[in-house]
């Protein structure tokens, strides 16, 4: 199973990009899929996950209102729509899926599948 990542960039202050993850590989169902990132020198941090139903189950704070995630009309694909990005967004932001439905965990330890990340840069 992989993960991959796509939608990352440079942004201005105050815009938009679209993150997208979509799964290849053998085929399992993943119930809960979400988004950590890692800024420079940070440990990796939970940003938001979603259930296979669609509906969100928690998102962090510090992206509340600007930050909105969603599952795609493909199976096992999600999206992270991030407006009003300001410069501490900047960061590698990963993808990860769950095979079993962990309420929108924002435990590393929870997710088993990961992707390899896509940059994240939002200048001042």
């Known amino acids: 199973v992989q993960l991959v990542e796509s939608g990352g960039g440079l942004v201005q202050t105050g815009g938009s990009l679209r993150l997208s993850c979509v799964t290849s590989g053998r085929t399992f169902i993943m119930y809960t899929m979400g988004w950590f990132r890692q800024a420079p020198g940070k440990e990796r941090e939970f940003v938001a996950a979603?259930?296979?139903?669609?509906?969100?189950?928690r998102i962090v704070d510090s992206v509340k209102g600007r930050f909105t995630i969603s599952r795609g009309n493909a199976e096992n694909t999600v999206h992270l729509q991030m407006n009003s990005l300001k410069p501490e967004d900047t960061a590698v932001y990963y993808c990860?899926?769950?095979?079993?439905?962990?309420?929108?965990?924002?435990?590393?330890?929870?997710?088993?599948?990961w992707g390899q990340g896509t940059q994240v840069t939002v200048s001042s």
């Open positions: 990860a899926s769950a095979l079993t439905s962990v309420g929108g965990s924002s435990r590393e330890s929870d997710y088993q599948f």
């Open positions: 979603v259930e296979r139903s669609g509906v969100t189950t």
